[in-house]
């Protein structure tokens, strides 16, 4: 956890609509679920009795225990997202066939991930095949970021002033509710690639010449694809994708999907990833769909010892002052992301430099935990997809270690948590005169519930 559970109720509403929003994949996808009946139906939307159990489920799974929640709290929780799915359309929210199919693509990277293949992906959810994945997958996040911009729609011309900061701040000192942040990192690299020769780059192309010549004439893609391509994700699909302009391949996969014409097979192309080439197979509107065979150059052995020695000098130019470590960046790190930062490390997770070090992955914390400020690692091997095999190391920008909060030092992150607190009033009011004028029908079963906010609309007693 970010901060203690004490803070404030704000921060267990703020996790709990986390994992309403993002794992509604995992209800609405388990179509074993017996239906029990409908729960509620707010405006045209409804919640299902199976969906609070699921939902309750995955919130103390997801937490690790460290929230419960009732059958009536859950069941509060998703009326308050489809009250705000209700009012974005009233309201006339719109989003865009490329953001949803960005979110799509996105949550099934995401979930592939977790099960190491997308066919395990379609089977653990209960779907028929991937298309009948992304059709689901579709609704829930169009729905997604319906109440996404419906809550900045709300909240966007709020704001908190320094007084309201300190004040907030004095009132959680008061109440013994000060959080406790955790140890957290600032970390830049140098880069240097470990490339193929020139030579082995000529055989590569010439190979994928010599495929694309037996493909026309009539050697199947697939099998070809299954032989020789490098990407993993062959296994899956054959290599077949569906690319939209908007979708988050790479800039050369894209353009070559929609530079040629179906059935024709595209000469050698170079990307980050290596050489590729692609056929078209289909063109429904503005998507495409088309096969690839990616192949990598390999790097010899002697060209890696190279490669660590050059760096291992970088480093100890470095330590004997011959060069500052922003100088060498600028001279020798071949990272597109870091170089023209510095080598600053941006964390995916928040597109901030600053990295939780009790959330890093385990063998990036092994390898950086005992720095201290202005500290290096020792110089490692590492590879990706996108740049393949390389020597790089680590310096210690910054550290802070874990501490209470202190309003000068950690301004910024009260600051955010006031202006959350301030943003979440905003809606809970909103809420409440919404829910006045929507039609609400709560099921038998959930009439007992005690509520926060007036869903039974219950007149008040005088």
Known sequence: MLHKTTVSKYIKIQLLTAFIVFFSVNLNAQKSIKIDGVAVVIGKNIVLESDIAKFKQEVEIRSEGKITISNCEMLEELMQQKLLAHHAIIDSVTVSEGEINQRVERSIQFFTQQYGDVKKVVKAYGFNDLADLKKELYGVQKENLLIEKEQRKITEKIDVTPEEVRLYFNGLKEKGELPQFPAEIELAQIVVLASPTEEENERVIAKLNEIKKQIEEGASFKMKAIINSDDPGVTQNGGEYTITKQSSFIKEFKEMAFSLDVGQVSKPFKSNFGYHIMQLHSIKGNTRVASHILMKPEVPDEKLKEVKLKVEGIVQDIK???????????????????????????????????????????????????????????????????????????????????????????????????????????????????????????????????????WKKETSPR
């Open 320 to 454: 004997s002052g011959k060069i500052t470590f922003q100088e060498a960046v600028k001279k020798y790190s071949q990272d597109i992301e870091t170089k023209n930062s510095g080598g600053l490390i941006i964390n995916p997770s928040t597109g901030e430099s600053r990295f939780d070090l009790t959330r890093m992955d385990p063998a990036f914390y092994a390898r950086v935990n005992d720095l201290e400020k202005g500290g290096m690692t020792d110089v490692f091997y590492d590879e990706d997809r996108e740049n393949g095999k390389m020597f790089k190391f680590i310096l210690m920008r910054d550290r802070v270690n874990t501490h209470k909060a202190d309003l000068v030092k950690d301004y910024v992150k009260i600051q955010q948590l006031a202006l959350q607190k301030k943003k979440e009033e905003t809606i809970e009011k909103w809420s409440k005169s919404k829910i006045r004028d929507t039609y609400i029908k709560l099921g038998k079963e959930y009439s007992s519930c005690t509520f926060k906010k007036n």
